[in-house]
């Protein structure tokens, strides 16, 4: 069973920055995808970045040009940089990382680390 342990989310002034780390316990070695989503109060979950094993990234339109996405595979370690946040930007978010088992994926899912942005 793979775990996901997030870190970096808290507080911030609206045009600041935040960094998010998720470690996972270990690497099944199969395809993966690692990402992070997140949830406001009252909205539904959403995809907000991820990239694949070889580096390839997919964006949200709300925070292209303002958050990257990187991992580091050796660690498997996924990093979530969020510059110029908004207050719109504000949710608990998620860590997840989906492993292609030959016909499905299965997903796992971190804890949730609050990134609240004043105005």
């Known amino acids: 069973q793979v775990q996901l342990v997030e870190s970096g989310g808290g507080l911030v002034q609206a045009g600041g920055s935040l960094r998010l780390s998720c470690a996972a316990s270990s690497s099944t070695g199969r395809l993966n995808a690692m990402g992070w989503y997140r949830q406001a109060p009252g909205k539904q979950r959403e995809l907000v970045a991820d990239?694949?094993?070889?580096?390839?990234?997919n964006y949200a339109d709300s925070v292209v040009g303002r958050f990257t996405i990187s991992r580091d595979n050796a660690k498997n370690t996924v990093y979530l940089q969020m510059n110029s946040l908004k207050p719109e930007d504000t949710a608990v978010y998620y860590c997840n990382r989906r492993d292609w088992y030959g016909s499905s994926w299965r997903n796992y899912w971190g804890q949730g680390t609050q990134v609240t942005v004043s105005s």
């Open positions: 990239i694949s094993s070889g580096g390839r990234t």
